[in-house]
């Protein structure tokens, strides 16, 4: 988010979304401490009003918090079948450009809207499964017994090996492209992180 007023200072954010000239921000992220701080209330007036209009079109928001980059928030609708989110993703991000001006905003949606800065951009968060099997990717209670999570774990890993070129392919935007690395995860680089527990049950 950005104030409108400072905004229409820049030719290039407003018509591309994304800096290209300028200086450096004068901010960094050197002690994070913007994902670590509170919401502005300015901001939060904004995320709530975004919220009430969201749900009257039926579209449940479940977090709203800061980000890493500065100036950057995030909201996320309930998780729900793939179809339907696809579609409330993109109602969500039109309420955002729509309601923004209304609290003297402007909302950025690119990738990428300030060199140099890490942090801002997209991103999705899945699961598969069904109704009569759950959460195909649920360890339970004892993970090293359970033999649907091990295969299915084993799958994405395997396809994850295989297809890496495929995947790579599919984010290999421009855009995407600008991604640093550190709080955020480059697109040149395809990799699968299991973490200790995962580690171990395999």
Same mark, same amino acid.
């Given at each position: 988010?950005?104030?409108r007023r400072l905004a229409a200072?820049?030719?290039?954010?407003?018509m591309t979304g994304t800096t290209?000239?300028?200086?450096?921000?004068?901010?960094?992220?050197?002690?994070?401490?913007?994902?670590?701080?509170?919401?502005?209330?300015?901001?939060?007036?904004?995320?709530?009003?975004?919220?009430?209009?969201?749900?009257?079109?039926g579209i449940p928001v479940r977090?709203?918090?800061?980000?890493?980059?500065?100036?950057?928030?995030?909201?996320?609708? @309930?998780?729900?079948?793939?179809?339907?989110?696809?579609?409330?993703?993109?109602?969500?991000? #039109?309420? *955002? /450009?729509?309601? &923004?001006?209304?609290?003297?905003?402007?909302?950025?949606?690119?990738?990428?809207?300030?060199?140099?800065?890490?942090?801002?951009?997209?991103?999705?968060?899945?699961?598969?499964?069904?109704?009569?099997?759950?959460?195909?990717?649920?360890?339970?209670?004892?993970?090293?017994?359970?033999?649907?999570?091990?295969?299915?774990?084993?799958?994405?890993?395997?396809? @994850?090996?295989?297809?890496?070129?495929?995947?790579?392919?599919?984010?290999?935007?421009?855009? #995407?492209? *600008? /991604?640093?690395? &550190?709080?955020?995860?480059?697109?040149?680089?395809?990799?699968?992180?299991?973490?200790?527990?995962?580690?171990?049950?395999?």
């Amino acid at each position: 988010l950005v104030d409108r007023r400072l905004a229409a200072l820049r030719p290039d954010l407003l018509m591309t979304g994304t800096t290209l000239s300028g200086l450096p921000s004068p901010k960094g992220q050197e002690m994070e401490d913007h994902y670590f701080g509170a919401v502005p209330r300015r901001v939060m007036a904004f995320m709530q009003d975004v919220e009430n209009r969201l749900i009257a079109l039926g579209i449940p928001v479940r977090t709203r918090h800061n980000e890493v980059a500065p100036g950057q928030f995030e909201m996320a609708p @309930l998780y729900e079948e793939v179809n339907i989110a696809t579609d409330h993703n993109m109602l969500m991000m #039109n309420m *955002l /450009r729509h309601v &923004a001006p209304d609290h003297d905003f402007v909302c950025l949606l690119h990738e990428k809207p300030f060199h140099g800065i890490n942090g801002s951009g997209k991103h999705i968060n899945y699961s598969m499964g069904n109704a009569e099997l759950g959460n195909l990717f649920d360890p339970g209670e004892t993970p090293h017994e359970n033999a649907q999570f091990l295969v299915f774990l084993c799958a994405v890993i395997r396809a @994850l090996h295989k297809h890496a070129g495929f995947l790579r392919a599919s984010v290999a935007t421009a855009s #995407n492209d *600008l /991604r640093l690395g &550190a709080h955020e995860a480059p697109p040149a680089v395809m990799s699968l992180f299991l973490g200790d527990q995962l580690t171990d049950v395999l």
